[in-house]
């Protein structure tokens, strides 16, 4: 910790020539709380810096010098951390170093915030949300873990942010919508049922505004009641609410107060091939999947939307019956003759964290979790506890890996105050926390010859020993200096945060090019030791100014 005291001593003089000319106390005191205002907090390094570091500073005011992170808020009432806190499941098994590492990590640095104004109102935003930063938060030190706001400017992940535009999912020509509605049921007063028709009516809204600023091609929709009323209404919604496409849905004639998944698609983008095709095991209803055929150019994938059993039953095996189950029916459906394809997207409320068992089964044959694969140890879609994770996934076949431009969770949702929710104290009309999970998408451009090419939106190299990367700028003044790691598809990493100097020509416009090889004298040996790379696929970020850019690497 680094504490600044501007002019101390000039302060000292000023103090001491008040005194001799018998100044007012008062003069003395306005200095001394000059002084205290201006300690300022510097954390070097926030993975070991401790909140008791401010112990001598309780009772005074303080700036900090780097970034606080919203990581929990409920009615007002907010958590901080200079880092977002995470489920240790989302970054490692059990025991592991990465799981310990996320358990230290989340134990400290956490400060509690009372008498935060309320934001401005625009965009119906009544309260700030989990992701937010503070920049220079000022604050006055009640204990170690405890402060009241005095200032402070906040920035990104606001309501603003999320309604102007979709996550980057780069140039896709299909987008696929998983998504949870938390129990989307238009029968009233059961147990999963909402209480009264108004509350289903607030609820129906803030769904159909959700669905329709996705505006996916495909959604697979997890937690819908049993029969054709829920998701006939919801397709509905759809049409009215998006002029020219032509939603329509799978009617399976059953009608029963609980749970199922459920497809809705645009009609005139992609055609079925048959009806769906489920398994039962451990659950009725939950597990589906089917085939697309993209209408514009023929291709063709198998989509599968699924809803394990809850985590709370704390029945982890079974759980992984499912996921045995669900790649047992792809590799059964793909050989179908009228599918015939290996490319697979699987998604759903898994109800379990990256790093367990089902997850672990489903990837040991040969699946990618794309959450690790486009954005590492980062992804979340659900908070629990105050820690971001990700439970709805998104896992696909090597030969869809290819084919997949970008994914994300979109997260209207997982930061929102559950007060907001259509049926909370403070429910209002946007689509924002219309449920408890956030919706996953998926960008997708089919091309059935990138199972033998390479796919031309994967950074590419031949041997692996001398691999050129690009970053893009929008300031072209900016300072050209990034730092990169690399994570294996599965998540584990290769290459720890290094710092990259750019050296060279810059061939477009706002591009610079950087070069990673035992050759380049800018990189230290630690770096040059894991080269080559050896052959497979890879994420690798680059980290600039906050940003972070995300590529899929092929080594072949």
């Known amino acids: 910790m680094h504490i600044c005291k501007y002019f101390s001593n000039f302060v000292a003089d000023l103090i001491q020539i008040a005194m001799k000319k018998h100044f007012s106390v008062l003069i003395i ?57 995470f489920q240790p499941e989302s970054h490692g098994f059990k025991g592991t170093k990465e799981y310990n590492e996320t358990v230290r990590i989340n134990g400290s640095c956490m400060f509690s915030i009372d008498n935060v104004p309320a934001p401005t109102a625009k965009m119906n935003e009544p309260i700030h949300r989990c992701g937010e930063r503070i920049i220079g938060l000022k604050a006055k030190v009640k204990s170690t873990a405890s ?26 020509r299909l987008l696929v919508c998983g998504f949870n ?38 959604y697979g929709l997890v937690e819908v009641e049993h ?47 048959g009806k769906p095709v489920g398994t039962d095991a451990e659950i009725a209803n939950r597990k589906k999947m089917i085939c697309f055929r993209e209408k514009a150019t023929g291709e063709k994938f198998i989509y599968s939307i699924n809803h394990f059993k809850a985590m709370n039953t704390g029945d982890n095996e079974r759980r992984v019956k499912e996921a045995r189950a669900v790649v047992k029916l792809y590799n059964s459906y793909r050989q179908d003759r009228n599918i015939l394809d290996n490319d697979a997207l699987i998604m759903g409320d898994l109800n379990c964290y990256a790093f367990t068992d089902p997850i672990e089964t489903m ?16 992804s979340y879609s659900y908070m629990y506890g105050g820690l971001a994770s990700y439970i709805d996934h998104a896992i696909c076949s090597e030969q869809m890996y290819r084919q997949v431009t970008g994914m994300s969770g979109y997260h209207i949702n997982s930061d929102e105050d559950d007060n907001y929710r259509y049926d909370g104290k403070k429910s209002d009309e946007t689509m924002f926390r219309c449920s408890d999970h956030d919706p996953v998408l998926v960008g997708l451009k089919l091309d059935s010859t990138l ?9 590419s190299g031949s041997f692996g020993d001398s691999l050129t ?61 894991f ?26």
């Open 227 to 273: 029969g054709n009323s829920a998701v006939d209404e919801i397709t509905k919604d759809l049409n009215k609410n998006l002029p020219g496409r032509n939603y329509t849905y799978f009617s399976d004639g059953l009608s029963s107060q609980t749970q199922k998944v459920e497809f809705v698609y645009d009609a005139n983008v992609v055609e079925p091939i």
């Open 469 to 529: 990367f690009y970053c893009i700028y929008t300031d072209e003044t900016t300072d050209p200096v990034v730092y990169f790691d690399i994570y294996t598809i599965n998540g584990t990493p290769v290459c720890s945060p290094t710092k990259m100097v750019y050296e060279g020509d810059i061939f477009e416009k706002h591009t610079k090019y950087y070069t990673l090889s035992t050759s380049n004298p800018n990189l230290p040996n630690e770096v040059k030791n």
């Open 451 to 459: 199972s033998l090419n390479l796919d031309p939106y994967i950074n």
């Open 29 to 85: 005191l306005f200095f001394g709380l000059f002084v205290q205002a201006q300690v300022h907090i510097t954390i070097d390094d926030p993975e070991t810096w401790s909140g008791k570091a401010l112990e001598p500073y309780i009772g005074q005011t303080v700036i900090f010098d780097v970034p606080m992170i919203v990581t929990a808020n409920e009615g007002g009432n907010y958590v901080v951390s200079p880092w977002r806190k």
């Open 147 to 172: 402060l009241t706001w005095q200032g402070g400017t906040w920035e990104g992940n606001t309501r603003a942010d999320l309604e102007n535009s979709l996550p980057d999912l780069g140039d896709y």
């Open 363 to 378: 990837l040991s044959t040969g699946l990618i979790d794309l959450h690790r694969a486009f954005h590492a140890d980062t």
């Open 181 to 218: 509605l938390e129990n989307y049921f238009t029968s009233v007063g059961c147990q999963l049922c909402p209480k009264s028709a108004s509350a289903h009516k607030d609820q129906r809204e803030k769904i159909s505004k959700a669905l329709k600023r996705i505006n996916a091609d495909i």
């Open 531 to 556: 080269l080559p790379l050896q052959p497979g696929m890879y994420v690798l970020h680059f980290y600039h100014k906050g940003a972070i850019s995300s590529h899929k690497l092929l080594i072949r």
